[in-house]
């Protein structure tokens, strides 16, 4: 049982009162007499366990200064080989040992004792609290910050398109009206025209009916009868009336409403073109909605996150004189023409190529290379491919990183529309470049990765990217080599074999 009734008798009426018992799983007190009940206490000078009522004298007189421990936690203060309290810290294997200990295998190490070693440790640990408490305040904020841009992204994103709703609305009421203009001039136009055409047909009908008995009136003088009568009746004859003609009779051909359906045909082409120029302009102007931007990285892990697939060089840009190894992610400069198909892809100036990948989002990768110099670069797919706007940042088509060894020193020379930007860096060199696009954003990233993996910024280029970039390689000395490497989440390595 873990409690215990008993009843206290005494002077007074008797009293029942419930303790607990030690059961199997507890320490029990030293004290008791009989059945043991659960100690609360533990003294480490002492080596006994004590139920409440008898670990009073810890608390007052000269057992004061002893060493409290939960009664549980007995055995894990005392040296299971020594029976000693584990009163000293090794702070060369970070673990509390006893006296004995110490003076034999742990003669040679650095130790402390424990209560300094856990007075340090709570320094520790209350400024680890401090440093907890005040990322999450900021977390906090930031959360809060975060909701608040939502709330402010939603209720932008609901007038753009309430806005929206009704500019539509308004031009499909503002088509309609002037459609129905459009409409009620046609048809009055119609009408008059149809007017003017009726009113000539009957005045021309009323000249046939005349015309007519004009005819039957001739046919009756005829002068195969009376000479006389004839001559005497002629003057009586009613004169022909004067001939109507038709205007086209006059003039050109009559104009119907052929040219009204051609310019209505026009406006609508005019109309869908600008439409469709608006509309796009709408559209990117929604796609480069970026409430986030591109975090401030602080390490190269952070830059990892972004990391694209391997890269692979298109055969079809490689210069002649470049050599592509290890699945084309390799290229070496050479002075022997490889035996590359012909195609209008490839570059015939310089010793360069692309690869075939497009890039329109935020993606990192990184190039090692060996020899005079490289250049690392990003470019349009309709950059030339020959002459000297071929050449990677000779143009306003390509933003280029040209890395050139020059004894004890290392040049970095970043080029844009042949105008170059020079920095320079003594060795111990570094063998490998990062590059970091934000494609939406319009941001470029160079970066010098050293030995250890560490990074340092060279050149950051803001602009505004118009096409889909590609990462491109150029190897202009003879040995020199550039490759793409293989990097993943915390490591680079090459690729399986």
């Excluded at 008993?6 to 009426?13: H, K, L, M, Q, S």
């Excluded at 009293?15 to 003294?43: H, I, Q, Y």
């Excluded at 046939?208 to 002629?234: C, R």
């Excluded at 796609?287 to 060089?313: M, S």
Aim: with cysteine.
């Amino acid at each position: 049982f873990d409690t215990l009734t008993i009843t206290e008798r005494g002077n007074g009426p008797a009293r029942r009162s419930t303790v607990c018992v030690a059961g199997p799983e507890n320490v029990g007190c030293d004290f008791c007499t009989g059945r043991k009940r659960k100690a609360l206490k533990s003294c480490l000078q002492c080596q006994l366990s004590y139920y409440q009522e008898h670990i009073q004298p810890h608390y007052e007189g000269p057992l004061k200064k002893h060493r409290l421990v939960e009664a549980s936690k007995l055995h894990e203060n005392i040296c299971s080989r020594h029976n000693q309290v584990k009163n000293i810290f090794c702070c060369t294997d970070k673990q509390c040992i006893c006296l004995i200990c110490f003076t034999t295998e742990h003669k040679d190490h650095n130790i402390v004792p424990v209560s300094e070693e856990a007075t340090k440790k709570e320094e520790e640990l209350k400024k680890t609290r401090q440093v907890i408490q005040q990322r999450i305040q900021r977390q906090e904020k930031d959360v809060n910050a975060l909701r608040q841009t939502v709330d402010a992204v939603n209720r932008s994103a609901d007038k753009a398109v309430e806005e929206s709703e009704e500019m539509s609305n308004e031009l499909i009421k503002l088509i309609k009206k002037m459609s129905s203009a459009v409409k009620d001039e046609i048809r009055l136009q119609q009408k008059i025209e149809v007017s003017r055409a009726k009113e000539l047909q009957d005045k021309l009908q009323h000249e046939i009916t005349v015309l007519k008995t004009n005819k039957a009136d001739l046919e009756k003088l005829s002068p195969h009868g009376d000479p006389i009568q004839f001559l005497h009746k002629y003057p009586s004859l009613t004169p022909l009336p004067k001939s109507t003609t038709l205007p086209s009779l006059n003039g050109g051909p009559l104009q119907y409403f052929e040219e009204v359906t051609a310019s209505v045909s026009e406006a609508g082409e005019t109309l869908r073109a600008s439409c469709s120029k608006e509309w796009n302009k709408i559209s990117r102007s929604v796609t480069e909605v970026n409430v986030l931007p591109l975090p401030q990285l602080t390490t190269r892990a952070e830059l990892l996150q972004y990391a694209a697939k391997c890269f692979k060089l298109d055969q079809n840009t490689a210069s002649m004189k470049m050599l592509l190894s290890e699945g084309n992610r390799k290229a070496t400069g050479t002075k022997v023409q490889q035996p590359y198909a012909a195609h209008a892809d490839r570059f015939m100036s310089r010793s360069q190529a692309l690869c075939k990948t497009s890039l329109t989002e935020r993606h990192y990768w990184e190039v090692e290379w060996s020899g005079l110099g490289v250049s690392v670069a990003v470019a349009y797919r309709d950059i030339a491919r020959a002459g000297k706007k071929s050449v990677f940042g000779d143009n306003d088509m390509s933003w280029a990183l040209e890395v050139l060894d020059q004894g004890s020193i290392i040049t970095y020379n970043f080029k844009h529309k042949r105008i170059s930007k020079k920095k320079s860096i003594p060795k111990p060199r570094s063998s490998r470049v990062g590059v970091l696009l934000d494609h939406k954003e319009g941001i470029l990233y160079f970066y010098r990765i050293s030995e250890t993996l560490s990074f340092t910024l060279l050149y950051k280029v803001q602009t505004e990217f118009k096409q889909p970039l590609h990462a491109g390689l150029g190897v202009y000395f003879k040995g020199s080599t550039a490759k793409f490497c293989e990097i993943r989440q915390g490591f680079s390595s090459p690729p399986p074999p």
